[in-house]
């Protein structure tokens, strides 16, 4: 009986010194954490890294965010350095206002930037042209100033007018004829005689005649040329030797008529045209008799 008293009495005083140890200041128990061991939370002084959008990421606009919120750049204008032509076509670029200028100095190209420096309303042979400055080349020439050929953004015509010498003359038409196809009397003795210059002269004189000259036995020579429809361009009758068809006559006819840089075939009258024509000629003899003869004419202006 007094061991287990003794024992209780032990259980006891176990049981009270371990209620006092758990309310003793400082004790802690196995899972406690003592603080002051961890190491300090280390404070980051550096500055937040940047990190790039990726490219392909799409962003949505917030409702407020409409196209008309977002401010745009204006393009700036296209700078001009003042009145200038530009080419519509490919033109070409001549020594003089007009196609009379040949041969041009070469063609420019669409979209070419031409500075104009002076104006005359009709070239030669006709139309308005317009003188410019290709910077590009450091040229100065003539264009023609239709409002096909060119876009300008000044008035040509308050330019001022320049004053440039004419032309030279072009070759006069070349002339490629048949054989004579017709009928004349034996003692009707002629020579045909083509040249560029004065186009035609007949040599013609009787063989029954003595003297045997040029124009000796012969009245008159009338010359016809009609066009390949059959059109009368052109007709003279002739009574003096050597019979030019311009008129004329030795040692030289009259060469060809020139007039606004074009051939033609009377003063005041229509260009002479490449083409077929027809060349009649009649000779009408002091004795009565004549010949009557053509010739198929092509005439090529060169």
């Given amino acids: 009986m007094r061991v287990k008293s003794k024992l209780i009495i032990l259980g006891s005083m176990i049981i009270l010194i ?32 940047q990190t790039e959008a990726d490219p392909t990421a799409t962003t949505s606009l917030n409702p407020t965010d409409t196209p008309e919120a977002i401010p745009s750049v204006p393009a700036e204008p296209t700078a001009t350095t003042g009145p200038q032509c530009t080419v519509l076509q490919p033109l070409n670029l001549r020594s003089g206002p007009g196609t009379a200028y040949n041969p041009p100095i070469r063609a420019l190209e669409v979209e070419t930037i031409l500075i104009p420096q002076g104006y005359n309303p009709v070239g030669i042979p006709g139309g308005p042209w317009v003188q410019v400055l290709d910077e590009s080349q450091s040229e100065i020439g003539w264009v023609s100033a239709g409002t096909q050929f060119v876009s300008c953004n000044t008035d040509l015509t308050s330019l001022a007018s320049v004053q440039i010498a004419p032309p030279p003359p072009p070759p006069p ?122 010739y198929q004419i092509n005439l090529k202006l060169q």
């Avoid at 003793?24 to 404070?43: C, F, K, M």
């Avoid at 040329?225 to 052109?234: A, F, I, K």
């Fill in 18 to 49: 371990l209620l006092i140890g758990c309310n003793i200041p400082g004790a802690s128990t196995p899972e406690a954490v003592d603080r002051d061991q961890l190491e300090p939370t280390p404070t980051n002084t550096k500055e937040p890294v």
């Fill in 173 to 294: 038409p070349n002339t490629d004829s048949s054989a004579p196809d017709g009928s004349f009397p034996e003692n009707l003795i002629f020579e045909e005689d083509f040249n560029p210059q004065y186009f035609f002269r007949l040599r013609a004189y009787d063989d029954n005649n003595e003297e045997k000259v040029d124009g000796v036995g012969i009245n008159q020579v009338i010359f016809e040329v009609t066009d390949e429809d059959g059109n009368l361009v052109y007709d003279r009758t002739e009574n003096h030797a050597g019979f030019c068809i311009f008129a004329g006559g030795e040692p030289t006819c009259n060469p060809w008529v020139f007039e606004d840089n074009v051939y033609k075939w009377q003063p005041g009258g229509e260009p002479v045209k490449d083409g077929n024509y027809q060349l009649a000629v009649r000779v009408i003899m002091e004795s009565g008799q004549e010949g009557n003869w053509r």
